[in-house]
T-cell receptor, first 112, second 114 residues
Framework: QKEVEQDPGPLSVPEGAIVSLNCTYS??????FMWYRQYSRKGPELLMY????GNKEDGRFTAQVDKSSKYISLFIRDSQPSDSATYLC????????????FGKGTLLTVNP | GAGVSQSPSNKVTEKGKDVELRCDPI?????LYWYRQRLGQGLEFLIY????????KSGLPSDRFSAERTGESVSTLTIQRTQQEDSAVYLC????????????FGNGTRLTVT
């Protein structure tokens, strides 16, 4: 079993839809959870950064972490064509652990 | 600069040649990372620098790969005797501190070995 599993998609939705992106993980030591957005031929851009369990909201984006289920989600409300990108989840255990472990990414297309 | 800068943005080289990839991190970021992204794959950790030291080089795929950092700033990733399987996007990232601060990535160097 890989440390982080992420459905690669592709996922195609109409403009205005609510998008749900998910990752599962196996390492219970993970405490820090991130979502990155990567446009074609660009580097990953940090979207959300959360510590431990709970929800965090930033504009149209909401990140959820459920450590008991080892499951994290990113919700995008009122999706826009400009949200079309690959979304990568990443996590680490903090402290002296410096290696982020990434999912493979989910390719999202929002159709106008 | 405002973000992490990498050069060149694209590099095409012949099998067997050596290549050097450069990274300029965000000013003041003590930690610097190199990742590799192959087509359809997740990001693969290569090496991490804290200051000018590399505490962990375990992600480097072979002894053909090496990296250095000077002045707690610029880093160079060198691949000797390139092979076709080295073709990938090489991403550099920096963070304020290792372990509990988010990584900020450059746009990468797209390496193609023919």
């Amino acid at each position: 079993q890989k440390e982080v599993e992420q459905d690669p998609g592709p996922l195609s939705v109409p403009e205005g839809a609510i998008v749900s992106l998910n990752c599962t993980y196996s390492n219970s030591a993970f405490q820090y959870f991130m979502w990155y957005r990567q446009y074609s031929r660009k580097g990953p851009e940090l979207l959300m950064y959360t510590y431990s369990s709970g929800n965090k909201e930033d504009g149209r984006f909401t990140a959820q972490v459920d450590k008991s289920s080892k499951y994290i989600s990113l919700f995008i409300r009122d999706s826009q064509p400009s949200d079309s990108a690959t979304y990568l989840c990443a996590m680490d255990s903090g402290g002296s652990n410096y290696k982020l472990t990434f999912g493979k990414g989910t390719l999202l297309t929002v159709n106008p | 600069g405002a973000g992490v800068s990498q050069s060149p943005s694209n590099k095409v080289t012949e099998k067997g040649k050596d290549v050097e990839l450069r990274c300029d991190p965000i000013s003041g970021h003590t930690a610097l990372y190199w990742y590799r992204q192959r087509l359809g794959q997740g990001l693969e950790f290569l090496i991490y620098f804290q200051g000018n030291s590399a505490p962990d080089k375990s992600g480097l795929p072979s002894d053909r790969f090496s990296a250095e950092r000077t002045g707690e700033s610029v880093s160079t990733l060198t691949i000797q005797r390139t092979q076709q399987e080295d073709s990938a996007v090489y991403l550099c990232a920096s963070s304020l501190n290792p372990g509990n601060s988010p990584l900020h990535f450059g746009n990468g160097t797209r390496l193609t070995v023919t």
